[in-house]
């Protein structure tokens, strides 16, 4: 059994991580959203079409790790790699939740002294000697004790209302820009008790700012800069402001005697004459290419990070006439972010893949580097293994038998872009994007080693392993199949191409079910893997990306309409016959009676529904994870949850404790009523019979405990059938009502 997941896509991370808030992005008419991801999508190799989401689903709200009827065992808050702070021989960097204390003395071979975690992803890092401070996207302001490196330790924090974006500090005092409350001015005299002493309100959520003499200068994202006069912290005041164009974006600021320099995003460099803060003046600018997202400055040097082209260093003696010295980046597939230069070193975050040490001395090249976990993709578990896509490239091995603590032991890079992993015996199959199919031997997990690729025609979004072939979503090249019989030289062997965009597969005998995009569920013979042909389809009510049959049930995540219950028992004519929209819908797994739903909008996390009524699902527990929930296994009484930007989650729902077999103590015939139980295959049910003196009611449990069926008046030798429509596989208990024993069936159809 497998659940599927959508490739990375980097909309979403940029849409929700790159300088801007969920906010500014989203109007209420959406218009800023679609302009905003155009920008930030272009030219990337993971860009993908999203659908654009209703006005009702912009509006939702959820609490972070809230939850109903379930706990947080464990787990791994790895992530993505975006802020950066440079002090003597240390480097302060985020991975994901955790701050990492490094250092670079040898610039070669970083060395990780201390990590700590923070409830909520990084923004933002400034050091002094013994504190950091660090702005997250949801819980405010910490502060860190770095007195000792090698155990970091939080001893305050200010939890102002919004995430923080933007920090500087200077002696006591820290000024920050929230989400929702402007540009805050607090007082971190006391680091226990950080207190808010001044504040501007209605200047936009930034990722930059920096302070010289008696100014803040603030990047203050599509307003322009904003200079803000602290010469009194208690009572800022805006003095001075620059907008460059209409779309142009100030990400991040550097500031240098009497010059501001500006990362603009679409616009590239920025120079700004800030002799007279009341009126900054332009005086220069370099268009990078892209999209510009930091900038930092040495002497006549300024290095810029740009979204498609790494590292651009310019040559600024000239503001007016600004030219480029070289552009630099190692991995194709690298979007570096965060930038500082000294001497002769560049360092940079690289939002996959971590830290990067840049030497400029001579000819630009990489000279160290610390790897941070990166995103998180689909996940599959085999007894207390859990593998994990990471993107980009990455199959990562982690040994989960303590929930409350698991470590990775092993890792094997793919080709591009792992999406996906379903894992058959000693060898786990990766859906690597545009590189088509991994495959990984496993049989050593801790040291696995890649064993065969086969470029399908298409992206890779997702795969099912079945027999000796791998079938795989392949975005617009519909399903493609792959003998792997030979691991070593897995071979394409047939096609069907479908009308939208294949984004997740799932087989059942003969049978392929592929969620198309907004061409809904398509559903493929494949008895012939040579000639696969579609036999019927049904249309999406929104945009289908995941699907997960159970007997002659299609269970589709309909991303923002949640999930729809499909009746594929003809697969010439599926029908609908329930649906369930509390939530949005990346990811389904089904076990028995109760679906698994990744809603990733919003927080709204894993959505745990009773679908025993399948007409009418119900929600009986939730856990909303950090950011965005994208994969669901569920195992070993646990649930296993990825989110994309958060590493993975070890969850436990307690409403799904369940019951057990309560067998009598003495012989059945020596009680007043028993029920004799057999089996019935040839009609898909299980049959029961009453032996007593008296007429009974009969009850039917699930493994929850929940009432399924009940057989009321059932006169002695009466003989019972359990299993009509609607009744799906799984473990049941029955029993007689009011008496405590019962005795486990598992009717199979």
């Not at 001015?185 to 302070?211: A, C, D, H, M």
């Not at 290095?303 to 498609?308: E, K």
């Not at 809904?520 to 042909?533: E, Q």
Request: negative net charge.
């Amino acid at each position: 059994m497998i659940k599927k997941v959508i490739i990375v896509f980097l909309v979403l991370v940029l849409f929700c991580s790159v300088f801007l808030s969920g906010s500014d992005l989203l109007s209420e008419s959406g218009d800023r959203y679609e302009s905003t991801i155009e920008r930030l999508t272009k030219n990337h190799p993971f860009s993908l079409p999203v659908p654009k989401p209703p006005k009702d689903v912009l509006k939702r709200s959820a609490i972070r790790r809230d939850s109903l009827n379930c706990v947080l065992e464990g787990g791994y808050f790895g992530g993505i790699c975006q802020s950066l702070f440079v002090k003597d021989t240390l480097a302060f960097i985020d991975d994901g939740r955790y701050l990492r204390i490094l250092n670079i003395a040898d610039s070669s071979s970083p060395i990780l002294l201390g990590v700590t975690t923070v409830p909520s992803l990084i923004r933002d890092i400034f050091a002094t000697d013994s504190r950091v401070y660090v702005s997250t996207d949801n819980y405010g302001l910490r502060i860190i004790d770095i007195s000792d490196p090698f155990s970091p330790a939080e001893i305050g924090n200010y939890n102002s209302t919004g995430g923080v974006g933007g920090i500087y500090v200077v002696d006591t005092i820290a000024y920050i820009a929230t989400s929702s409350s402007g540009f805050q001015v607090i007082s971190v005299s006391n680091p226990e008790n950080p207190v808010k002493i001044g504040e501007i309100q209605g200047i936009p959520y930034s990722r930059s700012i920096e302070v010289k003499d008696s100014f803040a200068y603030v990047a203050a994202g599509y307003d322009g800069v904003r200079i803000i006069d602290i010469s009194d912290p208690s009572s800022p005041d805006t003095v001075g402001s620059y907008k460059i164009g209409d779309w142009a974006s100030a990400n991040e600021i550097y500031v240098r005697d009497t010059f501001v320099y500006v990362a603009e995003g679409d616009s590239g460099l920025c120079i700004l004459n800030i002799s007279n803060p009341a009126f900054p003046e332009f005086v220069g600018s370099y268009v990078t290419g892209s999209f510009a997202l930091d900038v930092s400055v040495k002497d006549t040097i300024a290095c810029i990070t740009d979204r498609d082209n790494g590292l651009t260093i310019l040559d600024i003696s000239d503001p007016p006439s600004i030219s480029k010295i070289v552009t630099y980046i190692d991995n194709p597939l690298s979007l570096y972010e965060k930038v500082s230069i000294k001497g002769n070193l560049v360092y940079v975050t690289d939002y996959y893949y971590g830290f990067k040490i840049i030497d400029i001395s001579s000819s630009v090249s990489k000279i160290g580097n610390y790897d941070t976990w990166g995103v998180t993709n689909g996940i599959y578990i085999i007894d207390t293994l859990a593998f994990i896509a990471s993107s980009p490239g990455k199959l990562r091995i982690m040994n989960v038998s303590n929930s409350q603590n698991p470590t990775e032991i092993g890792y094997c890079n793919t080709k591009l872009a792992a999406s996906n992993v379903f894992v058959v015996d000693s060898f786990a199959y990766v859906a690597d994007g545009d590189s088509g199919l991994c495959i990984i031997d496993i049989s050593n997990p801790v040291a696995p080693i890649l064993a065969g690729n086969c470029n399908t025609r298409g992206i890779s979004y997702d795969l099912f392993v079945k027999d000796s072939l791998a079938y795989i979503a392949d975005r617009d090249s519909g399903l493609s199949v792959v003998d792997v019989s030979d691991p070593a030289l897995p071979v394409e062997i047939g096609n069907c191409y479908t009308k939208g965009a294949a984004r997740s597969v799932f087989v059942q005998d003969t049978l392929a079910y592929v969620a198309d995009a907004d061409s809904g569920l398509r559903i493929i013979n494949v008895s012939d893997p040579t000639d696969p042909f579609e036999v019927g389809n049904f249309e999406a009510v929104n945009y289908f990306v995941d699907v997960y049959i159970q007997d002659s049930i299609a269970y589709v995540a309909d991303w923002w309409d949640g999930l729809q219950i499909l009746d594929v028992s003809d697969p010439a004519s599926p029908t609908e016959i329930g649906s369930y929209s509390g939530t949005t819908a990346v990811g389904v797994y089904v076990l028995d009676t109760i679906a698994y739903v990744a809603g990733y909008w919003e927080d709204e996390g894993l959505r745990i529904l009773n679908v025993s009524d399948l007409s009418s699902p119900s929600e009986i527990g939730y856990y909303t994870t950090e950011y965005m929930t994208w994969d669901v296994f569920p195992a070993n009484d646990l649930i296993y949850v990825t989110d994309y930007n958060d590493g993975f989650y070890i969850i436990r729902c307690t409403s799904l404790s369940g019951i057990e077999e309560k067998k009598p103590e003495v012989s059945k015939e020596n009680t007043a009523g028993y029920l004799v139980i057999t089996a019935n295959i040839s009609a898909n049910s299980i049959n029961f019979k009453y032996k007593g003196n008296t007429s009974e009611t009969v009850i039917v449990r699930d493994i929850t405990g929940r009432v399924i069926k009940e057989y009321p008046d059932v006169k002695p030798e009466t003989i019972l059938s359990f299993g009509d429509k609607g009744i799906s596989s799984g473990i049941y208990f029955v029993g007689i009502k009011g008496n405590e024993e019962r005795e486990k069936v598992v009717l199979v159809k």
